[in-house]
């Protein structure tokens, strides 16, 4: 008896780091950029109609690494308000002993300018374990200033609606993650911090990334050519602000993630590649390892 109420209070609080994990994953995942000095969003080349990537996200805490989840990111061609945008849809799941305790089907989604890009829209749609929840934000423009507006809503009430101003470049989860992949690496500096504003909530988070130079990830017998990003952030879940979160790019032209890893309080959550689909450019940063 007793050793099953000590199973369960593990599983209970598994789940919440799990929990708490997949949101500072999501940050991520949709919230990569490599800022670049008076530059904001613009337009790209990079990003294709129908492009898909996969990721396998995992909680490690010593030895101890399983799997917990899925995230798929989908970017189409679309419009907002009769204004042709890209359209960014990311899904994550729950799997396995955390699906079983409590399900997490979380998606967030926004609406991005395709010319002279700027945020028209954004949404996190939360529905973890039964309990449903909307955070929705729009953007509007002036004297190089960002007016966001926040609603957050459940079933019952609305429990948030304010509006901050940021600078002229302010980000949402995903709008960065568009930005990531549109610079040329020739902008950055190695050991150089870049800041950034990510709207959320009723306020921002300032980040702050800088670029740490080329590496190589291996895992399942594929390696990838890659840029090492660390992010400085804020937040009373990581363990420490100073390299909260490291991202490994792909060195290629797609600009992929291939390694994300968020450190806790116990443990970390860690994000890896799994398949993508309908990629612009060849992946070149992968190099199969020969089996012997």
Known sequence: ?????????????????????FFLLILILAGITVPVKSQCLRESKIFTNGEQV????????GIIMAKGGTASMTINESSYNNTPAWHTHLLINSTGVVDKAFKIRDTIENYVTKVRPRLLYSAKKTNEGGYY????????????????????????RIKVD????????????????????????????????????????????????????????????VK???????????????????????????????????????KLKIGAMEAYYKSSANLRYPLVSRVEIPTQ
């Open 162 to 221: 304010t509006t901050f101003v940021g600078g002229d470049c302010v980000m949402d989860l995903l709008g960065s993650f568009l930005l990531a992949r549109s610079f040329d690496w020739s902008d950055l500096e190695m050991g150089v911090s870049y800041p950034l504003e990510v709207g959320m909530g009723r306020h921002m988070i300032k980040v702050s990334y800088r670029y740490e130079g080329q590496q190589i990830i291996e895992r399942d017998n």
């Open 224 to 262: 990838f050519r890659t840029r090492l990003f660390i992010a400085d952030i804020y937040d009373e879940a990581f363990s420490e602000s100073k390299e909260a979160i490291e991202i490994w790019i792909g060195d290629d032209e797609n600009h992929i993630p291939i390694k994300m890893r968020a």
């Open 54 to 61: 996969n990721f396998d996200i995992y909680y490690k805490w």
């Open 1 to 21: 008896m007793k050793a099953d109420k000590h199973q369960e209070v593990q599983t209970v609080v598994w789940v919440c780091l799990f929990k708490k994990g």
């Open 133 to 156: 929840e909307i955070d929705s934000i729009t953007y509007t423009y002036k004297d190089n200033q960002t007016y966001v507006h926040s609603l957050r809503r459940n079933l019952n």
